[in-house]
T-cell receptor, first 113, second 112 residues
Framework: GDSVTQMEGPVTLSEEAFLTINCTYT??????LFWYVQYPGEGLQLLLK?????DKGSNKGFEATYRKETTSFHLEKGSVQVSDSAVYFC????????????FGAGTRLAVHP | DGGITQSPKYLFRKEGQNVTLSCEQN?????MYWYRQDPGQGLRLIYY???????QKGDIAEGYSVSREKKESFPLTVTSAQKNPTAFYLC???????????FGQGTRLTVV
């Protein structure tokens, strides 16, 4: 079945460091891909999305490119801030189906000054 | 402002009692979902509904029930049959096809 695999956390970085969180997926066809962020005690917020191959989603300095050939959607940011500390979830919606999001396990990011 | 409202934020219940979690949205979305999140884990789908008066089981529906009598509302009942109900519950909604879901702030249920 369809699935999402994320790198295990926690990821610990110093402020202004470069961030990469790896995400790969298994799905038939062309799923839509998403990154969500969850701050402590809150719900999930959509961070960015891409709906077809080679699309780049971007928001708040974060970027991710839909790579069909490697079935990947890695999240990157050039310079992280303490306020970016949160849990990040990669997710997909299978192509042609209903909007049943399939989530990865989440990656906790901790940024220290 | 449009959004999804879950209430209450924190809920405590005694073991063996049923409890209902509220979810309301004013985004005019067709689809609504309930997810469960356990510490350090991803989200697991409990139930979803694509239209009023219709809903389907997700991956972990046992011990839960839902209704969808109105487009705006999708309450979740955690029954006494749910073996381990303590968790963080998230409600979401979306337009019908291939669009992102929007989430509420969640309800943390603790059963003692």
């Amino acid at each position: 079945g369809d699935s999402v695999t994320q790198m295990e956390g926690p990821v610990t970085l110093s402020e202004e460091a470069f961030l990469t969180i790896n995400c790969t997926y298994t799905a038939t066809g062309y799923p839509s891909l998403f990154w969500y962020v969850q701050y402590p005690g809150e719900g999930l917020q959509l961070l960015l999305k891409a709906t077809k191959a080679d699309d780049k989603g971007s928001n708040k300095g974060f970027e991710a490119t839909y790579r069909k050939e490697t079935t990947s959607f890695h999240l990157e940011k050039g310079s992280v801030q303490v306020s970016d500390s949160a849990v990040y979830f990669c997710a997909l919606i299978p192509s042609g189906g209903y909007n049943k999001l399939i989530f990865g396990a989440g990656t906790r990011l901790a940024v220290h000054p | 402002d449009g959004g999804i409202t879950q209430s209450p934020k924190y809920l405590f219940r005694k073991e063996g009692q049923n409890v209902t979690l509220s979810c309301e949205q004013n985004l005019n979305h067709d689809a609504m979902y309930w997810y469960r999140q356990d510490p350090g884990q991803g989200l697991r789908l409990i139930y979803y509904s694509q239209i009023v008066n219709d809903f389907q089981k997700g991956d972990i529906a046992e011990g839960y029930s839902v209704s969808r009598e109105k487009k705006e509302s999708f309450p979740l009942t955690v029954t006494s049959a749910q073996k381990n109900p303590t968790a963080f519950y998230l409600c979401a909604s979306s337009m019908r096809r291939n669009t992102e879901a929007f989430f509420g702030q969640g309800t943390r249920l603790t059963v003692v």
